[in-house]
C-alpha cells in the first residue's frame, strides 16, 4: 500500500489544562521525550517514514490495552489530479474501547495523497479534540472493587476512577499509549535526522554543528513563514 518513500504525518490534539500531569521519567527517553510539561492548547507534530511507521503500528498492538479500535470518515471526498494522483480529504473520528472500560472519541481531519498505482505517497492526520469517558458498568464496578477496601472514602472514588482510567492517561497523547508514543517520537526524530543529513551532503558542509545550525534556522525561517502567510489570508 505503501511506497518507499512514504510519509505519515500526525498532530495531537491541543493539550487541556485539565490533563492529568505525567509522573516525571527519569530515563533516558523520558528526558528527551517526557510529556510532563506540554503547555496547555499546544499541540505536537510528528513525521515518520515508511520505515519507522511499521515500529510505531507494532508498538500500538504490544500495548494490548485496546479492546476495540474504530475509524470512521464522514464526508470523504477525492480529487483526481492532472498526473492521475488521487487526493483524499475526509473528517474523520477515531474512537478508543480500552480493556478497562473506558473510551475516548478524537475528532479530526485526514488528507491523503496516493500515486496512480493506487499507492499512498503521504498520509496527514490532524487531530482536533479529544473527549473521554466512563461507562456506567465501568463505574459501577470499580466502586465495588473499592468498596472492599475499609480505608476507602467515597470522596476518593471520583480522584480513583480519573487517575486510573486509560482514557485520561492516554489524553495527552491522542488516545495512543505513552510507549507508542515515545516510538513515535524517536522516528520523527530519525527522519528528521535523515533530513539533516541530506542538507548537510547537498551543501557540502563539513562541520555537524554548522550544518545543523543552518538546518534549523531554514527550519525555523520556513515555519515563519508559514505562520506569516496564514495570518494574512
Not at 8 to 13: D, H
Not at 77 to 103: C, H, L, P, R, W
Not at 151 to 175: A, P, R, T
Amino acid at each position: 500500500y505503501f511506497i518507499p518513500t512514504s510519509i505519515l504525518r500526525f498532530t495531537t490534539a491541543p493539550s487541556s489544562s485539565q490533563q492529568q500531569q505525567q509522573p516525571k521519567d527519569d530515563s533516558f527517553l523520558g528526558q528527551c521525550f517526557g510529556n510532563a510539561n506540554i503547555p496547555p492548547g499546544v499541540s505536537r507534530q510528528f513525521e515518520l517514514s515508511s520505515s519507522t511507521a511499521p515500529r510505531f503500528f507494532l508498538s500500538c498492538v504490544l500495548a494490548g490495552n485496546v479492546a476495540k479500535f474504530n475509524v470512521s470518515l464522514p464526508g470523504l471526498k477525492f480529487q483526481v489530479m492532472n498526473n492521475e494522483s488521487i487526493f483524499i480529504a475526509s473528517k474523520t473520528i477515531f474512537t478508543f474501547n480500552y480493556k478497562d472500560g473506558s473510551t475516548a472519541t478524537i475528532n479530526g481531519l485526514v488528507k491523503l495523497l496516493m500515486n496512480r498505482e493506487f499507492r499512498i505517497e503521504w498520509i496527514d492526520i490532524h487531530c482536533l479534540s479529544y473527549q473521554g469517558s466512563i461507562s456506567f458498568d465501568t463505574l459501577e464496578n470499580h466502586t465495588k472493587k473499592l468498596s472492599t477496601n475499609k480505608n476507602f472514602k467515597s470522596s476518593e472514588l471520583l480522584n480513583s476512577i480519573y487517575d486510573s482510567s486509560d482514557s485520561i492517561k492516554n489524553q495527552v497523547n491522542s488516545g495512543l499509549n505513552e510507549n507508542s508514543m515515545k516510538v513515535m517520537q524517536i522516528g520523527d526524530t530519525m527522519s528528521h535526522l535523515r533530513s539533516l543529513m541530506a542538507f548537510t551532503m547537498v551543501n557540502n558542509i563539513n562541520s555537524p554543528l554548522k550544518a545543523m545550525d543552518l538546518f534549523m534556522t531554514l527550519c525555523n525561517n520556513q515555519r515563519n513563514n508559514a505562520q506569516l502567510s496564514q495570518q494574512n489570508k
